[in-house]
């Protein structure tokens, strides 16, 4: 799993992403120990049962650097991965929030951050029901400082959906007024995924916003899983049997048994969770709508290179 591969960009001087370099002696280390998947023996997997050897690569966010890194990494080296893309940045032109806070993250200093977001929240913005859990269970792999941390999940798990946004706005409006112009270069086009699908990629959802979908009705989490199929399917005629989902956030406390059984209903073949095992028979037979994966970090050169935040 990964999330930004790009290189060092002074602009955002606290951005985690992977270096470019990195990805590269990433993947030469995966080929020299692992070897990667053919494609049709992954999707082949889903009928026999039998896991065929090696990496699979996956994708999240429909991020710019997707393209302008990563597919052209992968197509020089004759592989393939598994893009999954939010499709509101395509649908209304707008900024996903949780991607607003990756900005805020990358251009200032977490803790500046963290007491300007404590200074707006009230006690009836938070949603305290699962408040044990998401602390537990929220971010266990990522390499975030404290204030990193705190800001991720006040943000993402704590404060309810009624709130969210408006708090989003004011941070937005006070540390990054001029956000709307990083807009235009973060985000792949809608002809760039159509490339990356004649290139051999997959394009999978990663739903319309990226929600939590554990906190969602049954109505709300369906919008999200169908117009997110519906518009990429528009872009790329993939056949509806070829479907493909992975959760926003990731981890088990992310979805419920009814995201899976939606999933299911709308024929997807298989969705990803994060849960740091290899694949099984037992999941691609039985429970293929929350296969594991890895984060790229739990690798040699996976690694977020040194930030002071």
Request: aromatic share 14%.
């Amino acid at each position: 799993m990964y999330h930004y591969v790009r290189p060092y960009n002074s602009e955002f001087p606290y951005f985690k992403n992977l270096n470019i370099e990195d990805f590269r002696k990433q993947l030469d280390y995966f080929e020299q120990n692992y070897g990667f998947v053919d494609k049709q023996d992954f999707i082949k997997s889903f009928e026999t049962g039998e896991i065929p050897k090696g990496v699979v690569l996956t994708f999240d966010d429909g991020l710019k650097c997707h393209y302008d890194y990563v597919y052209r990494e992968l197509s020089k080296r004759g592989l393939w991965g598994i893009f999954y893309v939010a499709t509101q940045p395509f649908i209304e032109g707008t900024f996903i929030d949780v991607h607003r806070v990756h900005v805020l993250l990358g251009r200032i200093s977490a803790k500046e951050i963290y007491e300007h977001l404590m200074s707006l929240v009230i006690d009836e913005m938070i949603d305290k029901s699962r408040e044990d859990e998401f602390n537990a269970l929220s971010y266990p792999n990522q390499q975030n400082n404290n204030y990193t941390l705190l800001v991720k999940r006040m943000i993402n798990y704590f404060i309810t959906y009624d709130f969210r946004e408006q708090v989003i706005n004011l941070l937005i409006e006070h540390f990054v007024p001029g956000v709307k112009t990083i807009f235009d270069n973060y985000y792949v086009s809608p002809e760039e995924i159509k490339e990356m699908n004649e290139g051999g990629m997959i394009i999978g959802s990663h739903t319309v916003n990226h929600p939590l979908m554990s906190r969602l009705s049954k109505e709300d989490q369906t919008h999200q899983i169908i117009n997110s199929f519906n518009y990429l399917e528009s872009l790329t005629g993939v056949n509806s049997n070829d479907r493909t989902f992975c959760y926003p956030h990731g981890g088990f406390h992310s979805f419920s048994d009814t995201t899976e059984s939606i999933l299911t209903q709308e024929g997807c073949l298989y969705s990803f969770n994060v849960e740091q095992r290899d694949i099984e028979k037992n999941d691609v037979l039985n429970r293929p709508q929350a296969l594991p994966r890895y984060d790229c970090n739990q690798f040699e050169h996976g690694q977020v290179r040194s930030v002071e935040n």
